[in-house]
């Protein structure tokens, strides 16, 4: 079963995440590297990515004649943005919420566990099989 | 080369391949190590037999190719320790290429069984065990596996690798399980290759119809396990209900990919050669006296499958059989269908009220499926508005597609009436 794990941080903290000091943004990465190799590892990757911050994200619509129509906003209603996702397939969905739990692990500033909240969504897919 | 000579070499080479690699974990006692040599020996057969021709000996020639890979893997490996104890084997690595003289009798179809046990070993996961069997005893290669779970290749190498890993650090032997654990060790064989058929049979729709074709493999492999233990019960039963779930394939979906219910289902669809061969399977199964899980659901495929029209259903039947089937499995899924076949033979109110008493179960409270079968249980009782509620909340919570647009259409069927 696939399931997408969406780590979400507060916009304050995309901010607050450039000034952390050195060490705590090097283990946070030396983290992410370490549980992106587990997952490669145990063969249950199927993709993950970081997003660049949400100070450049753009809104689009489409506009007259299929055009896009971007606009810079507005975010102000957001409090939560998607910082990064994995997707995964295993074998359960107890498997995939280990795996968040994990990935919620990651080190923060001043290198204790931030707990940053992952949401668990299954990807659609497949039938069942006896309709 | 032509793709029917192609296709002939291709299947030569699924139904050799666990004989083959049997053969050569039998010399090299090394599964892992064999189980690559095996593949790369398939893959120079599948470029080189199209175009040159099979061998007189196919059997042999794979052998004798793996083992020759085996064998060039062991001299560096020799090398490398040269001064050391070399304990991996007993016989020095250059007679090992010499075809074993059993070759051709009962010892390599044996093998074939071994490599299931071993591949479907309660030690890994399911999905580990799955991708191996496929890869060491379907004989697919890495990419198509992968193909078919719609995974990067990289990520099914890394599992297959890493399930070949644990069969080594688990040390299970290659041989025969004892009589004691037999029964269980054949009962996660035959999970294997139920799941295997489920996967190819949910995504036979649709845009994934390229996906392989691993319903048709899971019968394949079931097959040959028949073939090697033909007194057993639950292996009649599961390939009987291979065939006639798979017989209904071309009639569950409309050309575009939407999900049609068994009870509206075109039956001039179905295959009638596939029906035929699962019903003689599974009543000269049972008039034998035995029984278990995968029988009974034959069973009842069974009587879907002989109802000329969806009215002619032998429910009284199903419903025994589903007694049959709660009384030797505890599961509530079986109990959600028996819910099913209470409705038909005493009405949708004795149906509803099996299903709150399922309600209680943590197993399946909040699960979509029950939702769905109390939306059409609600239907038939007349409860429109009660329906399309249950409808909806079945399709929000379901993880399939095509059955979200089932559900979905349903309610909006009875809301527009």
New interface residues.
């Given amino acids: 079963m696939k399931y997408m794990l969406m780590m979400q941080a507060p916009r304050a903290m995309f901010q607050e995440y450039y000034s952390w000091p050195i060490e705590d943004i090097k283990a946070q990465v030396a983290f992410m590297r370490r549980f992106n190799d587990e997952l490669k590892t145990s063969g249950e990757l199927v993709h993950t990515h970081g997003l660049a911050g949400p100070e450049e994200a753009k809104i689009v619509r489409v506009g007259k004649d299929g055009a896009p129509e971007v606009t810079d906003g507005p975010f102000a209603e957001a409090k939560e943005f998607l910082a990064g996702f994995w997707i995964v397939d295993c074998e359960s969905r107890e498997r995939a919420y280990e795996i968040a739990a994990r990935a919620s692990s990651a080190p923060g500033k001043g290198g204790a566990t931030a707990r940053i909240p992952i949401e668990v969504r299954e990807v659609m897919g497949r039938a069942p099989v006896d309709v | 080369m032509s793709a029917e000579k192609s296709t002939v070499a291709e299947n030569l080479l699924r139904e050799l391949a666990p004989r083959v690699l049997g053969a050569v974990v039998r010399r090299f006692r090394d599964f892992a190590a064999a189980e690559d040599a095996v593949q790369e020996a398939l893959i120079a057969a599948s470029v080189q037999w199209p175009e040159q021709g099979v061998p007189a000996n196919p059997l042999g020639w794979l052998i004798h190719v793996a083992g020759r890979r085996m064998t060039d893997d062991l001299r560096a490996e020799l090398a490398r320790r040269r001064r050391e104890a070399f304990v991996a084997t007993e016989t020095p690595a250059e007679e090992q290429v010499v075809p074993p003289p059993d070759l051709g009798t009962d010892a390599d179809e044996d093998d074939t069984l071994l490599l299931l046990f071993m591949c479907c070993h309660p030690a890994l996961?399911?999905?580990?065990a799955i991708?191996l069997t496929l890869r060491a005893v379907g004989g697919l290669t890495t990419a198509e596996i992968a193909n078919a779970?719609?995974?990067?290749e990289?990520?099914?190498?890394?599992?297959?690798?890493?399930?070949k890993q644990r069969i080594k650090t688990s040390g299970v032997p290659f041989r025969m399980p004892s009589d004691a654990e037999r029964g269980e060790r054949l009962a996660a064989v035959l999970h294997v290759l139920y799941l295997i058929f489920?996967?190819g049979?949910?995504?036979s729709?649709g845009p994934?119809l390229q996906r392989s074709d691993l319903a048709g493999e899971a019968i394949r492999l079931t097959r040959a396990v028949r073939h090697l233990l033909p007194g057993d019960g639950e292996v009649a039963g599961l390939l009987a209900l291979m065939l006639l779930?798979d017989a209904r394939r071309a009639a569950?979906?409309t050309p575009d990919g939407e999900?049609?219910?068994?009870m509206e289902q075109d039956r001039g669809l179905w295959d009638r050669e596939a029906i035929a061969e699962g019903v003689a399977l599974i009543s000269d199964t049972l008039s034998r006296g035995s029984i278990g899980a995968y029988q009974l659901q034959a069973a009842i495929a069974a009587v879907h499958d002989e109802a000329a029209r969806s009215m002619d259903t032998d429910w009284p039947q199903i419903l025994a059989l589903y007694g049959l089937l709660d009384r030797m499995s505890d599961n509530p899924m079986v109990k959600l269908?028996q819910a099913i076949a209470v409705a038909m033979v005493h009405g949708p109110a004795v149906g509803l009220e099996r299903l709150e008493a399922l309600g209680g179960d943590a197993r399946i409270a909040g699960h979509y499926?029950l939702d769905a079968v109390r939306a059409h249980l609600l239907e038939m009782a007349g409860d429109s508005e009660g329906a399309v509620a249950r409808y909806l909340a079945a399709a929000g919570r379901?993880?399939?597609?095509?059955?979200?647009n089932?559900l979905q259409s349903r309610a909006a069927r009875l809301r527009g009436r």
């Fill in positions: 996961t399911r999905p580990s991708a779970f719609l995974v990067p990289a990520t099914m190498a890394q599992r297959i690798s890493r399930a489920n996967e049979y949910a995504s729709i994934e779930t569950r979906t999900l049609v219910p068994l269908n499926r379901t993880a399939s597609t095509p059955e979200r089932y």
